[in-house]
């Protein structure tokens, strides 16, 4: 059961084709999971950009985001994205994506 402080750290291994947990390298992963998730997240896009204060990011569930992820790699250094509230529609969520 994980809490909204709980921090995991997942990473490639030497060959480059699995995934590990750094807290527990011999906990098998289900790599094709995160080959997907990496996939998805390189493909993070939004339709709307939003100009807010500091301040106003409550409105949208971003100054206490429910998940945090932060992936790096060699092409695209580290980026972070924050996840908010659902959108009005409820079919999307707002984020944050830090460069």
Partial sequence: Y?????EYCFE?????NAWIWTSNTA???DNVY???MASALERVTTETKLKVTETELVNYGLSVPWMTITVSDSTNGTQTFSFGLPTNDGEKYYFENFI
């Fill in 2 to 6: 994980a809490t909204a402080t709980d």
């Fill in 27 to 29: 906990l098998p992963l």
């Fill in 12 to 16: 490639l291994n030497s060959a480059g």
């Fill in 34 to 36: 995160f080959a997907s």
